[in-house]
């Protein structure tokens, strides 16, 4: 497949022994085109290093809040079932395939061309169609910002975007304070990346905060959704 094999190469060309393979996603029924965990595990050199920090590959995990939200929605497709909605900074993609599951109408937005390309490879391998820009414009009823905001530089983007939305949902394993009016936190819980390259749980919890008027219905479905360290 054209976006298999691309990605395959870009990831070799940042880490030469890693790779990546298809992996059936635990807790909902995606499947990700997904770094191979033992060979993404091996220490790098400094060269590597520096080539990883400078183009991070987003893409080729999915990273905690990702997986909470792909596991809600494997549980709950009534959050997103029928409604217009919004993968902000996409990454893998595997959030916005499985809004598509869950019954949405989703738009997918990453300025990466490996994001959208590992994005539109997801959706055609679960069968289902998306949207996938680089940049989102206009309105939509639920806007998902999954890891995005760990910088304190890309608060702007919510500036920007919460008159656009009838409701957001923010889960971030780097954000640990969010000072903006009409945000309920929903407080933090154990998480971890698919696959799991975080031996010392340097991101092992996530941050939730909800904006609308569904927030009885998004506290109870995330209240009854199991951490990935349980059972």
Same mark, same amino acid.
């Given at each position: 497949?054209?976006?298999?094999?691309?990605? %395959?190469?870009?990831?070799?060309?940042?880490?030469?022994?890693?790779?990546? %393979?298809?992996?059936?996603?635990?807790?909902?029924?995606?499947?990700?085109?997904?770094?191979?965990?033992?060979?993404?595990?091996?220490?790098?050199?400094?060269?590597?290093?520096?080539?990883?920090?400078?183009?991070?590959?987003?893409?080729?995990?999915?990273?905690?809040?990702?997986?909470?939200?792909?596991?809600?929605?494997?549980?709950?497709?009534?959050?997103?079932?029928?409604?217009?909605?919004?993968?902000?900074?996409?990454?893998?993609?595997?959030?916005?395939?499985?809004?598509?599951?869950?019954?949405?109408?989703?738009?997918?937005?990453?300025?990466?061309?490996?994001?959208?390309?590992?994005?539109?490879?997801?959706? %055609?391998?679960?069968?289902?169609?998306?949207?996938?820009?680089?940049?989102?414009?206009?309105?939509?009823?639920?806007?998902?910002?999954?890891?995005?905001?760990?910088?304190?530089?890309?608060?702007?983007?919510?500036?920007?975007?919460?008159?656009?939305?009838?409701?957001?949902?923010?889960?971030?394993?780097?954000?640990?304070?969010?000072?903006?009016?009409?945000?309920?936190?929903?407080?933090?819980?154990?998480?971890?990346?698919?696959?799991?390259?975080?031996?010392?749980?340097?991101?092992?919890?996530?941050?939730?905060?909800?904006?609308?008027?569904?927030?009885?219905?998004?506290?109870?479905?995330? %209240?009854?959704?199991?951490?990935?360290?349980?059972?």
């Amino acid at each position: 497949m054209k976006h298999e094999s691309h990605l %395959q190469e870009a990831m070799e060309a940042l880490v030469p022994f890693a790779f990546l %393979q298809w992996q059936a996603i635990p807790g909902t029924s995606l499947e990700g085109f997904l770094l191979n965990a033992p060979s993404a595990s091996r220490p790098l050199d400094s060269q590597t290093a520096d080539r990883v920090a400078e183009a991070p590959p987003f893409w080729g995990l999915l990273w905690p809040a990702g997986y909470l939200l792909c596991r809600l929605l494997a549980q709950q497709e009534e959050l997103v079932r029928g409604r217009a909605c919004v993968d902000l900074g996409c990454g893998s993609g595997l959030l916005t395939a499985a809004v598509a599951r869950a019954g949405g109408r989703v738009v997918a937005a990453d300025c990466d061309p490996l994001s959208r390309s590992a994005t539109r490879l997801h959706l %055609q391998r679960q069968g289902v169609s998306a949207e996938v820009c680089p940049e989102w414009q206009g309105r939509t009823e639920t806007l998902f910002l999954a890891d995005l905001l760990y910088h304190d530089s890309n608060l702007e983007i919510l500036e920007e975007v919460r008159a656009r939305a009838d409701e957001i949902v923010i889960v971030d394993c780097r954000l640990e304070e969010l000072a903006m009016e009409g945000f309920e936190f929903f407080g933090r819980r154990r998480e971890c990346a698919f696959p799991d390259l975080d031996p010392h749980r340097e991101f092992g919890a996530v941050s939730l905060w909800y904006a609308g008027s569904r927030r009885g219905l998004w506290s109870e479905a995330l %209240q009854g959704l199991e951490s990935p360290f349980e059972g």
